[in-house]
């Protein structure tokens, strides 16, 4: 299954963690979220994993799939705490992760999903649509987003004593040919992204990443209007 977390999941845990109150049973919720983030990790860490060929590769697959049991074995165990001492739970975090069949179920042929994962052993992003689903190695790593994405944002500030815009349009374009252009070929068709972030990408307005560049610089805000913004096309 592919884990779409949103807003409304998280809500609806921290709901689920003040309706339980601050004794026993607050610390059993508290620790199954914990086992869940826990969870998650692992799963990030086995995709890594997967591409490592050699006998510490396969080592370390078998060390994760182990813990992963481990931790999903915890997580039945709270679970079936939870189910008799505190059954409101359930319904207080009642949006549960979709599989990756419902979410194609509830794409239309001009949509796809974009889930990005960055770790410290390199960068992935899943591309799914109606009728098919993609992954692809982004070539950089979480430093490199991470300083990328920083001076972007600088970019976008105006203040009062610089009211020029010295956004960074060729970083952005930079940016865009290294984490979207090598998925756009899986993206034929597509009128409408939905974009999961993860890590340094969470703070990044993906409109503003650049499809194609001009040879002069921008040097007023109208000039910004001749810039292929990535918004501008999905």
Same mark, same amino acid.
């Given at each position: ?12 845990? /921290? ?19 914990? #086992? ?9 860490? #086995? ?6 060929? $050699? ?11 182990? &813990?992963?049991?481990?931790? &999903?074995?915890?997580?039945? /165990? ?23 069949? &419902? ?5 239309? $042929?001009? &949509?796809?999903?974009l889930s990005y994962l960055v770790t410290e052993e390199g960068c992935y992003v899943w591309v799914v649509r109606q009728d098919r689903v993609g992954l692809h190695r982004l070539d950089m790593s979480r430093s490199e987003l991470?300083?990328?994405? @920083? ?5 976008? @500030? ?19 040919? @290294? ?20 890590? +340094?990408? #969470?703070?990044? +307005? ?8 001009r040879q002069r610089k921008p040097e007023q805000l109208r000039d910004y209007r001749g810039v292929l913004w990535l918004g501008a096309t999905y």
């Open positions: 299954a592919l884990p779409i977390w949103s807003a409304d999941l998280t809500v609806a845990y /921290m709901a689920a963690r003040f309706a339980a109150g601050d004794g026993q049973l607050a610390k059993i919720v508290r620790d199954r979220q914990d #086992l869940l983030a826990r969870w998650q990790q692992l799963e990030g860490q #086995l995709i890594v994993s997967s591409g490592m060929s $050699s006998a510490i590769g396969k080592e370390q697959r078998r060390a994760l799939h182990d &813990e992963v049991a481990m931790v &999903e074995r915890e997580i039945a /165990m709270s679970d079936s705490i939870l189910a008799t001492s505190f059954p409101q739970y359930k319904d207080l975090t009642s949006a549960e992760p979709l599989s990756l069949a &419902e979410v194609q179920k509830l794409l239309s $042929s001009q &949509e796809a999903l991470g300083a990328a994405v @920083r001076k972007l944002r600088q970019g976008l @500030r105006l203040t009062p004593t610089d009211p020029q815009p010295s956004f960074p349009v060729q970083l952005a374009h930079s940016l865009h040919l @290294r984490i979207f252009a090598p998925i756009e070929p899986l993206l034929r068709g597509v009128r409408h992204l939905m974009i999961v972030a993860d890590g +340094p990408l #969470l703070a990044l +307005p993906f409109n503003v990443l650049v499809a194609e560049t």
